[in-house]
């Protein structure tokens, strides 16, 4: 059952084991599993049969869950256990009667919200992302971008699992630039998404108390891919003074499998964007730079009428802001945090340019609006927003930095279906 390195690049191997929740067709109860290879492995009927009795501390009924919040919970110390057993369990030859019982098709599994989610929030932090937004809008970044990670909080009814579908959402739009033209109701005419990664949080940290970033670690579950859905020609109508609203509200999609922190350990990294002015103290990595961030390659490509068009290439260590400073400045002013809440880093963005030339680090289309930000390969087919049918595939990989091995946090996919008709609306 161990992996051939004749195979194709897996994103489920050994080095990963993720977490998801999962239906089929044959139980459509809800619970636990991990992910390898092209199976999900039944963590429930492991537990059932005794798999994790012999690991000190391990309460029962944990994977049963039709969530991962009770595992989560769990110490870290537990967490290894857990992943070194199964390691050794999926590296060993498997029987027969093992295949059947415990693993399940990936192509037959139904993926479920992996977690009970109380809070979302999500971040502004890539400076090439801001430069490029704030040019677009003929203003400079604002000087609080460069002292604190710029956030808001989102809603977790338009949480979705990756394949769910987007509605085109309604909003209130501004058809001309003039402000002699009156905004009217109307489907977003500018459909955009956004290339970020998530992270779910593992135990709770009281109200009214401050996270130390040097314990941050210990707060996080593990990291799946996001795409913040955004609806421009809403978002810019709305934006001031408040924020956004409806613009962020059609939905916002993830991977399925949550790739755990300890897994993440083999992609530890240093940040690649200098901070000035220098963090304030609850912003300033206490541990060494080189573990500071994660080095993960992302991609997005939009799959449109036949054709695939690949959009974006980029790095989570590319963002000013780390996932560590973010999640120590989400609670700092003594919100609290629950286990299983989500947060998203923004959108990623770099300066990274492709064999053309052209800069391919871009995390989103309105970026791309800007001329010298342009594809040639989508400006010679009019690719500019979103359209209707048309499908976004995002995918992440690490390699690890000992053995030189990838693997991946899966696909987080979405297909743009039409607005729904609004009575009484002028379309």
């Known amino acids: 059952m161990g992996a051939s390195k004749c195979l194709p690049r897996r994103p489920f191997t050994l080095e990963n084991i993720p977490y998801g929740v999962i239906t089929t067709t044959k139980d459509p109860n809800p619970r636990c599993a991990t992910a390898f290879e092209d199976n999900a492995v039944d963590l429930s009927r492991l537990e059932c049969d005794g798999f994790f009795t012999s690991i000190p501390g391990f309460p029962k009924d944990v994977f049963s869950q039709p969530n991962l919040n009770k595992f989560a919970l769990l110490s870290q110390e537990i967490h290894a256990d857990v992943r070194k057993r199964l390691v050794g369990f999926l590296s060993a030859a498997v029987s027969q009667d093992d295949l059947d019982k415990y693993f399940i098709p990936l192509v037959d599994v139904e993926n479920k919200w992996p977690m009970a989610t109380a809070n979302f929030s999500d971040f502004y932090c890539s400076l090439e992302h801001a430069e490029n937004c704030s040019e677009l809008f003929g203003m400079k970044v604002s000087p609080s971008w460069y002292s604190i990670p710029t956030v808001y909080n989102g809603r977790t009814s338009s949480l979705k699992v990756s394949k769910d579908p987007i509605r085109r959402p309604w909003g209130v739009i501004q058809k001309e630039t003039s402000p002699g033209h009156a905004p009217i109701m109307s489907p977003t005419r500018k459909l955009d998404f956004e290339l970020e990664m998530g992270i779910f949080l593992s135990k709770p940290l009281p ?221």
């Open 207 to 427: 109200a009214g108390h401050i996270l130390d970033i040097k314990h941050a670690k210990e707060y996080i579950f593990g990291f799946v891919i996001l795409n913040d859905w955004s609806a421009r020609d809403i978002q810019t109508f709305e934006m001031a003074p408040l924020g956004p609203f409806h613009g962020k509200g059609c939905g916002t999609t993830i991977s399925p499998w949550i790739v755990t922190i300890e897994a993440l350990e083999v992609a530890k990294c240093s940040r690649t964007i200098p901070q000035c002015p220098p963090p304030l103290s609850h912003l300033a990595w206490k541990g060494s730079k080189e573990h500071a961030t994660f080095n993960i390659e992302l991609t997005a490509k939009i799959l449109r009428n036949g054709r695939t068009y690949s959009v974006t290439s980029t790095n989570l260590r590319e963002l000013y802001w780390s996932p560590y400073q973010q999640l120590a400045h989400l609670p700092s002013a003594g919100e609290g945090l629950a286990t299983g809440d989500l947060y998203g880093t923004g959108t990623i963005s770099s300066d990274r340019r492709d064999s053309n030339g052209e800069k391919i680090g871009l995390g989103c289309l309105l970026e791309r609006t800007l001329p010298l930000n342009q594809l040639s390969s989508t400006k010679a087919d009019g690719v500019v927003y979103l359209e209707d049918g048309d499908e976004v595939v995002m995918e992440g990989w690490c390699q690890s930095a000992h053995s030189g091995n990838w693997f991946g946090f899966g696909e987080c996919r979405g297909r743009i279906l039409p607005a729904l008709s609004l009575e009484g609306a002028k379309l």
